[in-house]
T-cell receptor
């Protein structure tokens, strides 16, 4: 089946720990995105990548890092610098960034212990 | 900030049409209107999008007013599985930077009742 997968579904982080969220797509999409969603709120853009080996900061990039070494993969690292990491993280992809429809993965819920 | 205004919640009876309004009075001529929905604890799902003509697909219809300042998403025969938060998004146009990215507001929580 074609689509976007995110793992794990739930992730627990200890104080001061870095954690990495996985996002993989087999849709042959060029662009990929990471969003954060807090309870009762809309989505906010963290990072996006239009092409392999290139990525740009979104609206709330502080405390996060990404890489785009392969077209299919766009992992997000939540660093210890992110002071309020508890949220629902969503990955998306699209063929391009100009009006193309974005397709979303199932999400990863990150909780801080 | 989101460029759209939606009611925070709506109810609809199962089997009836659900009409979800959206105001986007500052929309530019080359900006599209997109609709997504998000069922609880899942990723958003694309529904439909349009520029100025009305659009229909297997999920819904999109009616855009002639002045493009508002639109309505129509689910013709709502089912319990259509209960979700529905987001109306005006897509900023253009390549490069963050111009192509979606800006999600709080959406409309649609509750379909038996």
């Amino acid at each position: 089946d074609g689509g976007i997968t995110q793992s794990p579904k739930y992730l627990f982080r200890k104080e001061g720990q870095n954690v990495t969220l996985s996002c993989e797509q087999n849709l042959n999409h060029d662009a990929m995105y990471w969003y954060r969603q807090d309870p009762g709120q809309g989505l906010r853009l963290i990072y996006y990548s239009q092409i392999v080996n290139d990525f740009q900061k979104g609206d709330i990039a502080e405390g996060y890092s990404v890489s785009r070494e392969k077209k299919e993969s766009f992992p997000l690292t939540v660093t210890s610098a992110q002071k309020n990491p508890t949220a629902f993280y969503l990955c998306a992809s699209s063929f391009g960034t100009h009006q193309e429809t974005q397709y979303f993965g199932p999400g990863t819920r990150l909780l801080v212990l | 900030d989101a460029k759209t205004t939606q009611p925070p919640s709506m109810d609809c009876a199962e089997g009836r049409a659900a009409n979800l309004p959206c105001n986007h009075s500052t929309i530019s001529g080359n900006e599209y209107v997109y609709w997504y929905r998000q069922i609880h604890s899942q990723g958003p799902q694309y529904i439909i999008h349009g520029l100025k003509n009305n659009e229909t697909n297997e999920m819904a219809s999109l009616i855009i007013t002639e002045d493009r300042k508002s639109s309505t998403l129509i689910l013709p025969h709502a089912t319990l599985r259509d209960t979700a938060v529905y987001y109306c998004i005006v897509r900023v146009s253009g390549y490069g930077g963050s111009q192509g990215n979606l800006i999600f507001g709080k959406g409309t929580k649609l509750s379909v009742k038996p």
